[in-house]
């Protein structure tokens, strides 16, 4: 429900956080000799940051090394130093975890194979081209291991309560519910003919299904075609969807209890499948998947820990600026909720985070990035926080980063939402795309140059009297162009129009339908070849009504969270200045100065020469 990004590591610390990549922002001090290094620029907690560390890692940062200007530079800035001073306080943190000798050459060794590094010399040239030595790319390794452990340790300790699994379950009941499954047997074979006729058998009146899969069974004959049986056994066991191809699955539970499938072909194979017992989707005990609850909460246990972990560490770090700093910044507070504070950095680790904004940046429309994502993403930061500090008014035991705990609340506030069958049959009636197949085919094309019409319509003709797909193409100049399964709308124009908006079907051959030869939008020519043709096929309403019941009913929660939320929000003390801080940050232009005027007619002046000064005109 609430749109936050949830992946605290990637925000914070991006490539660092959770694995080492080479040429990515290399934040740690090499431990060359420090004369080398430059002058000292800040200290966090005592530990010097050089300035030749803090320019090699401004360079990798994604933002910064586009060199931008004006107010996205001062952006980047705040971004990139808040980002140093975390990982800088991690590292001092974790400085004292123990680093086996293996653990670190199995690192070595990744790389080594990442970048193709076999020789010696080859390893000695990469190191030469990122500007580290052999000793140097170890300590920063060593200290990459370190903050795994730490992360794994703080994730590891993070148990959820009894209590806490039992809210979890009761919000998340839906993922944990039973998949509707089959108790089945099935009999396979490889040729349609042998299929019919054992379709006839099993279909008369007393035949043994079991029986009659055991003695023509491809699969599963030793136990009488059973699924799911256990091993020795030939008693079927519930199975979803999975144990099927996906032909089988369509067809299988659709059935019900006694019933038996036609030959349905999958794979080059048909199979034929009688439904003992079929069993529906539904809910579950909290006691029967407990074990799965146990491993999902701890998994957010463990962000929030990791989460309040970084904070403190943030919080703690007694930053000091060199003097003669180049690089200083401050982190201005830019919104407010109640007591608790939203810093400018918070805000730009989820903008600079989105994907889009740097390829915007590159393109040079960072402002304009700057000026779209920075307000929408404040507004859900303060919509977080309102939720957050709500949310420990419910006295409910919500657990996890901040954005868990927000979801969980309104997920909470949200569980008495229900809808009646009325109005799942309405929004069925109303969104049936939602609820459509597309038609299918398995798509190849043959293309050729402009210059060869006759060519591409000789292996048309070709192709219609079969041969090997390859072989016809290559004695014409032609070349194979393998689409694949696709539906409407994945294909160039052309090809789409021809396979999905021409009515009635190409002229078939031993290839499949052969399509006449068309002319592309480049004036080349193109053949196609369709097989496994499929219409677009609407699923009915009690095939699909309990999805329908699923998005109707997340609708409504969303527009009942959204509700509560409003109203939390009017009753929160919120303050945003975000406006007011960028105004601030935004360099002042510096008034242009205005050129004398020239006099072409002054005395001695050549109008003839630009580079000839001119004085000002006489007064008149």
Known sequence: MFGINKKVIAVIFGVLALAFVVGSVLLFTPQGQRSTQGKVELTVNGRPVYELELARAQQNDPILSTNPQGLLKKLAEINF?????????????????????GELKKEIDNIKQSFGLQKKEDYDRFLTRVGYTDSQLRNELRDQIRINKRVEEIQKKAEPTEEEMRLYFELNREQYKNEERVQARQIVVDDKATAEKIYAEVSAPGADFAAIAKANSKLNAEQGGALGAAAGKSEPGPVT???????????????????????????????????????????????????????DAKRIKGNGALEAYLEELRAKANVKFAQDATFKFENPVVAKVGDAEIKLSEVTQVVFANPQVPQLVQQGLGELAVQFFMPQTLEQLINREVIYQAAKQLGQPFFGSKTDIANQAQQWKTRDVTVTDAEVRKYYDSNLANFTIPASARVQAVNFA?????????????????GKLEDLAKANSGTVQDYGVVNPGTMPPVPNRLVFLTRGTFPKGPL???????????????????????????????????QARQQVLAARRAEAAQKWVEEARK?????????KVLTALTPKEEPKQEEPKTNQNQPGSDQNNPSTPATPPANR
């Open 571 to 579: 009753a929160a003390k919120v303050e945003n200045n975000l406006q």
């Open 450 to 466: 402009k210059e060869d019409r006759a060519k591409a319509e000789a292996f048309r003709a070709a192709a219609l009297k079969g």
């Open 81 to 101: 130093g808040d980002r140093l001073i975390v990982i800088t306080a991690l590292a001092q943190d974790t400085a004292r975890i123990r680093v086996s000798s």
């Open 512 to 546: 499949g339908e052969v399509s006449e030869v068309v002319k592309l939008e480049d004036q080349s020519f193109q053949v196609l070849l369709v097989n496994e043709r499929k219409a677009e096929v609407l699923r009915p309403f009690e095939e699909v009504k309990e």
């Open 241 to 295: 969807r999975v144990v099927f191809p996906n032909a089988v699955a369509d067809v299988v539970f659709k059935l019900r209890d006694g019933q038996i499938s036609k030959p349905i072909e999958a794979g080059g194979r048909f199979y034929i499948v009688k439904v003992e017992k079929y069993l529906p989707a539904g809910d579950v005990k909290f006691e029967e998947v407990k074990d799965r609850v146990k491993e």
